[in-house]
């Protein structure tokens, strides 16, 4: 490292170890780091602090991965990737897996070599106008003008939508969330969209967040999760695993503060086996028998994440809504382990 | 001798000149109101400074250093004027300011390391000085050489054995060019110098670096290449580009000017491709279309990747800037150097370089504070220079819809920088043009 | 008497290949060709093996695809439906018109600020030296966005023009609306239109066509007039005044064409969110020209000094002492020569900004690098060709560009002895 770190200077290398398409998690395990594609900053799922340290949503499920594999939730490289370098930056080794507010579609799962394997957010396209506009509806809304961010699938869900409806508007696209939030608070548009996530955040943080309302209709789905490369399935298995392990910690009870105390066995035998106080569900991933359990203990579960992060208790204040629980009219929900 | 006595025969002395053409009035007559035009010119351009000035300056002046968040800052503007009115939260400025200047490597995540980036800056104005004051003493060229291996080092870390090792086996290869020289001509003695390089960089060195690591360590503490960032990324981008685009350049300039057709085609070419594509496109390619173009086991770094293209891109205008030093030697050298039975390579190294380069330093200077200001682009491309960190500043919940401070502040410091730097540039052309006549 | 010693034979041996310099060169251009080539071959064939792995080999297809996304400033029609070929025709027809529209400003901003740089008035060439070194000693980028959100955030939205007593009104007569969504000036209209020539890609509307012809003509029968002039001062030492009738000949023709086709002047007016009607100019064009004139007019304001102080100080006092006023001096003796020195660092300025217009990606901008090397190239997933594409396209215009400029320098500039 130390060597190859200079001759990069000389254009020489930056020569890392080779990346074979198996055997991710030997890598990751050799490398003792997982390296996780983020984004360059989007509001509540990655950004950093100003110790310089990464924090959000993505982030914490990038941590629970990486406690389940080496009992240290902080032994990961973050990655940032803009939306035009994520998947190249996959498919050649860079990153790992990306957490990177990416939605899952059918050409990017199947056309560009990549796999997602679980969705850690529903999201969907929404809408956002000042409430002295008296819109009610995004059917109302011919011949506006609108601000998107470029390069996302909101674009084209946009032009959708409109053409759909039969109804005409002005684009403006804009590069970031801040340059967009700008623009829109001097009034250079008159409606905002994105994934309802970030529009709950954006309204939060405007100066006058009771003069916006966010309309009721919800455009388009956008199934957010993290995304690893195709055809290496044991690696598949460990991130869907550990992320379900999270999600089936809410369903169970199981927190932060009480996974230890659980992890010593119950008379749950769902607990039991998901901990590994029975059978050893982790070694047939390959990892350490009390890989959940570090997991939950770095992180929390799902709902402990989710509040800690962009819940109603944070600045950015989203509801569960779709990503509540099943059992709670949600969408969240983990097959069995067993 | 007739009675001249209504001739005076003393000068009278000097009268003052009229009031309004000297002082204050003078000058204001002379330079601001010599006409009707220009009186009202003078006005008007007034008027709308002192606009311009009013607008601008409370906002800067009257605001608040000291607050925790933009909500923050705001409640505390509505607590101090009833009237609504904000000006800037420059505290922002004072939370995140280490990590617009250092980045992340350096900045509070590492509390201790702020020396390094400042020793590497200051090693860089050291290594400057042979061309700051041209008759300091020749040992001052060994530090500028020791700093292209110890710069690097500063800010990515790691062992110093590596760079030591890397000038030997570049020392090596020079010591091999001298003896091939001795043998052949220096169109077959430069190959062998870089094959000889080449194999001793990738058989010995690193055995060597090793070897010698485990007996004294005396390492840094290794910042990998995404964690650059900041104003340190910016200027690190420039240098290497500027150090590393120099053979290349000088080369590609050679070759411009040079009568082999193919050599001449093919360096012409590459330049006019260069000079013809935008940077971003390049800064691109770097991102995203190298790994196609590397064996797939090759992992480029994308800072690394973006400092390469920028080194190409920017090798293909100093070579023009060298070129134009080349032509604008006067023809005499080449004959005369011709006339001494000089080879081509004895005449280049001995004659038309060194004068060729001294004239083409303003240029390569310029060229430099282009590079510098077009660092900015890489923000685009997900890499956190300082615009690319003013983002990430603003995608965190506390400072969330800031926008002029950090624009004020990086602009600020860009400005300081590139001014400098082409008051030097120009500073340095009166000095090389007096050295002419 | 002397012997003459017959030269040795000329005969060709394989060593002259090294040690003759007469044939040296020869190999080592042979030497660097195949390195070249080997290393060029060696990246190619990375690249076929690694996006053939990817299962994505080098294909153009994708351009025929539809697009599905919309843009909103555009000079041909163009919908989501269109295919992503035309999206980035639009987008190039967008780099275009910023590059020639920040050119065009950069140019008479520059002349006026050289001018005024080396003005007598104090303020007015200090603040022009301010503004210079201001605006070039600080990314390009930076002035981008800084145009974009100050244009933003001084003019009104498009709502302030609403109800009784709006905070804000048009311009010249309600004819032109400043909004922090764009400028809508007035659009030409026929009331009796010729319809559109459909040229494949796109249409042109025929009145132009007409317009274009008519003044054509008027030209040249205005040249015909000065050379009938030219021949009678030649022949009589008079010359007939002609400026009235070159007037005539160019105006009232064109004006018959205008009144024969019904023109008027389409006002923008406020409809629903938005000003309908009118010829829209969106903010991030605005922004961009701002940005990219503000910071290339300084380099031209330096160019244009340079070239003027090049001029010798003898030629101004001929000039006076020939008796012409300052500014005709200025413009029939000074400029002339001075364009010698300005127009190449003109045209490597045009060039610059050319590239710059790139960086619209940053304020969205639709132009090329925000349609084939964003939009497009993120929904289609075809990196290498669209940034090849996008390469290719930016070096035909830098080269038409630099070609046709230098064409022209070489026409203008002084036979030196």
Redesign the interface.
């Known amino acids: 490292?130390?060597?190859s770190?200079?001759?990069?200077?000389?254009?020489?290398?930056?020569?890392?170890?080779?990346?074979s398409a198996a055997g991710t998690l030997d890598d990751v395990k050799a490398r003792g780091k997982v390296n996780c594609g983020v984004t360059?900053?989007?509001?509540?799922f990655s950004?950093?602090?100003?110790?310089?340290?990464h924090e959000g949503f993505d982030v914490e499920f990038c941590r629970a991965l990486a406690a389940a594999i080496f009992d240290d939730a902080d032994a990961v490289?973050y990655?940032?990737?803009?939306?035009?370098?994520r998947?190249?930056a996959l498919?050649?080794?860079?990153a790992d897996l990306l957490y990177r507010t990416t939605t899952w579609t059918f050409?990017?799962d199947v056309?560009?070599?990549t796999s997602f394997v679980g969705i850690n957010y529903y999201d969907g396209q929404g809408f956002m106008v000042p409430k002295?506009?008296g819109v009610t509806s995004a059917t109302e809304?011919?011949?506006?003008?609108v601000c998107i961010e470029?390069?996302?699938t909101t674009?084209?869900n946009?032009?959708?939508y409109?053409?759909v409806n039969g109804m005409s508007?002005?684009?403006?696209?804009?590069?970031?969330?801040?340059?967009a939030?700008?623009?829109y608070?001097?009034?250079?548009?008159?409606v905002y969209t994105t994934d309802a996530s970030a529009l709950a955040?954006v309204r939060a943080?405007?100066?006058d967040p009771s003069a916006y309302i966010i309309l009721p209709e919800i455009v388009s789905k956008e199934p957010l999760g993290p995304t690893v490369r195709h055809g290496d399935n044991d690696w598949e298995d460990v991130v869907r695993w550990t992320q379900n392990a999270l999600v089936a910690a809410e369903e169970l009870g199981v927190t932060q503060a009480n996974v230890a105390e659980l992890a010593k066995g119950t008379d749950n035998p769902s607990i039991n086996r998901m901990l590994g106080s029975e059978g050893s569900l982790c070694s047939m991933l390959n990892l350490e028998s009390d890989c959940f359990v570090q997991a939950i203990a770095a992180t929390g579960n799902y709902g402990e994440i989710f509040e800690r992060t962009i819940g109603e208790s944070?600045?950015?204040g989203l509801a569960r809504g779709l990503n509540a629980l099943w059992t709670e009219g949600g969408l969240q929900y983990s097959p069995p382990f067993r | 001798m007739s009675d001249l006595s209504y001739v005076r025969t003393e000068m009278l002395p000097q009268k003052a000149p009229p009031a309004t053409s000297v002082g204050v009035v003078g000058w204001l007559r002379e330079n601001l109101f010599s006409s009707v035009g220009n009186s009202a010119l003078t006005v008007v351009t007034g008027a709308l400074l002192l606009m311009l000035l009013s607008a601008i300056l409370p906002w800067v002046f009257l605001g608040i250093w000291d607050a925790e968040s933009?909500?923050d800052c705001?409640a505390q503007f509505a607590e101090m004027y009833a009237d609504g009115r904000t000006y800037a939260c420059w505290a922002v400025i004072a939370?995140?300011w280490d990590?617009i200047m250092f980045g992340?490597s350096f900045?509070?995540?590492n509390e201790g390391l702020y020396w390094r980036p400042l020793l590497g800056l200051a090693l860089i104005l050291v290594a400057l000085s042979p061309i700051l004051y041209p008759n300091v003493p020749r040992i001052m060229y060994v530090a500028t050489a020791a700093t292209l291996f110890l710069y690097?080092?500063l800010i990515?870390?790691?062992?110093i054995w590596?760079?030591l090792t890397?000038a030997m086996c570049i020392i090596g290869g020079i010591v091999a060019f001298r003896f091939a020289s001795q043998v052949m001509i220096t169109a077959f003695a430069l190959p062998v110098a870089i094959v000889v390089t080449a194999v001793l960089?990738m058989v010995v060195?690193?055995p060597l670096?090793?070897g010698l690591?485990s007996v004294a360590a005396l390492?840094l503490q290794?910042?990998?290449?995404?964690e650059v960032s900041g104003f340190v990324l910016s200027i690190t981008i420039g240098i290497?580009a500027i150090v590393?685009s120099l053979p290349i350049a000088i080369m590609l300039a050679l070759g411009r000017q040079s009568d082999l057709f193919i050599v001449n085609k093919l360096s012409t070419g590459f330049i006019e491709i260069i000079r013809g594509v935008p940077l971003i496109t390049l800064i691109?390619v770097a991102?995203?279309l190298m790994?196609y173009f590397l064996p797939?086991?090759?992992?480029?770094?994308?800072v690394?990747?973006v400092?390469?293209l920028v080194?190409l891109f920017t090798a293909a205008y100093i070579a023009e800037v060298i070129r134009g030093g080349l032509a604008a030697l006067p023809k005499g050298q080449y004959e005369a150097a011709d006339a001494l039975g000089l080879t081509y390579w004895q005449a280049q190294r001995l004659i038309i370089l060194p004068q060729a380069l001294k004239i083409s330093i303003p240029g390569i200077v310029s060229n430099f504070i282009s590079v510098f200001k077009d660092t900015t682009l890489v923000s685009?491309?997900?890499l956190?220079d300082p615009l690319?960190i003013s983002?990430?500043?603003?995608?965190?919940?506390?400072w969330?819809?800031i926008?002029w401070e950090l624009y004020g502040f990086i602009a600020l410091v860009f400005w300081i920088f590139c001014f400098s730097m082409s008051r030097y540039s120009l500073w340095l052309e009166r000095q090389l043009q007096t050295g002419h006549r | 008497m002397s012997d003459s010693v017959a030269p040795p034979k000329e005969t060709f041996r394989l060593s002259m290949l090294l040690y003759d310099s007469r044939y040296r060169g020869i190999t080592i251009q042979f030497v660097v060709l195949v390195l070249v080539l080997l290393a060029l071959g060696w990246l190619a064939r990375n690249a076929a093996v690694n996006l053939a792995a990817?299962?994505k080999p080098l294909r153009f297809d994708f351009l025929g695809d539809t697009a599905?996304?919309?843009?909103?400033q555009r000079l041909i029609e163009y919908t989501?439906?269109d295919s992503h070929g035309r999206a980035v025709l639009v987008g190039l027809l967008n780099t275009l018109l910023v590059a020639f529209m920040g050119c065009a400003a950069a140019t008479i901003l520059g002349v006026i600020g050289g001018v005024l740089r080396l003005s007598s008035n104090w303020l007015v060439s200090r603040l022009v030296a301010l503004y210079v070194e201001i605006f070039r000693n600080v990314p390009v980028l930076l002035w981008i966005?800084v145009c974009m959100?100050t244009l933003?955030?001084i003019a009104?939205?498009?709502?302030?023009f609403r109800g009784d007593t709006p905070e804000a009104s048009m311009l010249l007569w309600d004819s032109m609306a400043v909004t922090?969504?764009g400028i809508y000036i007035p659009e030409p209209l026929f009331s009796r239109p010729l319809g559109d020539l459909n040229l494949g890609v796109f249409n042109v509307s025929i009145e132009l066509i007409v317009l274009l012809a008519v003044l054509a003509g008027s030209l040249f029968a205005m040249k015909w007039n000065n050379a009938r002039a030219n021949r009678i001062q030649t022949e009589t030492g008079d010359r007939p005044n002609t400026m009235w009738m070159n007037i005539a000949i160019v105006i009232i023709p064109f004006l018959l064409v205008l009144i024969a086709l019904g023109f008027h002047i389409g006002k923008p007016e406020l409809?629903?969110?938005?000003f309908?009607g009118g010829i829209n100019m969106?903010?991030?064009l605005i922004g961009l020209w701002l940005g990219l004139t503000l910071y290339t007019t300084t380099y031209i304001i330096e160019a244009v000094r340079s070239g003027i102080q090049a001029v010798s100080k003898g030629q101004s006092e001929a000039a006076f002492a020939l008796g012409l006023r300052p500014g005709r001096t200025m413009s029939l003796v000074i400029l002339p020569q001075a364009l010698r020195v300005i127009i190449p660092q003109l045209i490597s300025q045009y060039l610059n900004l050319t590239k710059n217009s790139s960086l619209a990606?940053?304020?969205?901008y639709?132009d090329l690098v925000?349609t084939l090397g964003?939009?497009t190239?993120?929904?289609t997933?075809r990196?290498m060709e669209a940034i090849l594409m996008l390469m290719a396209i930016y070096l035909t215009i830098s080269l038409t560009i630099s070609g046709t400029m230098n064409w022209y320098n070489n026409r203008v500039k002084l036979v030196e002895r």
């Open positions: 490292m130390k060597k770190v200079f001759l990069g200077t000389l254009a020489v290398a930056g020569l890392a170890a080779g990346i360059e900053g989007t509001l509540g950004s950093r602090n100003s110790e310089g340290k490289e990655i940032e990737l803009s939306s035009k370098n998947f190249t498919s050649a080794g860079q050409s990017r056309d560009l070599k002295d506009l809304l011919e011949g506006a003008t470029t390069g996302t674009e084209l946009l032009a959708d409109f053409r508007y002005e684009p403006l696209p804009v590069g970031g969330t801040s340059e939030k700008a623009l608070e001097e009034g250079a548009c008159d955040g943080s405007l100066k944070t600045p950015i | 933009l909500a705001r939370d995140r990590q992340y900045g509070n995540l690097p080092w990515w870390g790691g062992s590596g760079p890397l960089i060195m690193g670096s090793n690591a390492e290794p910042v990998p290449s995404r290497v590393a691109f991102t995203v790994k797939s086991h090759i992992d480029l770094d994308p690394v990747a400092m390469i080194t685009i491309v997900a956190n690319g983002g990430a500043i603003r995608s965190n919940s506390d969330n819809g926008v | 990817l299962g599905s996304y919309d843009i909103n989501s439906t966005f959100f933003t955030a009104p939205a498009p709502r302030a922090n969504r409809k629903g969110f938005n309908k969106s903010a991030p990606v940053a304020i969205g639709m925000s964003g939009v190239l993120n929904q997933g990196e």
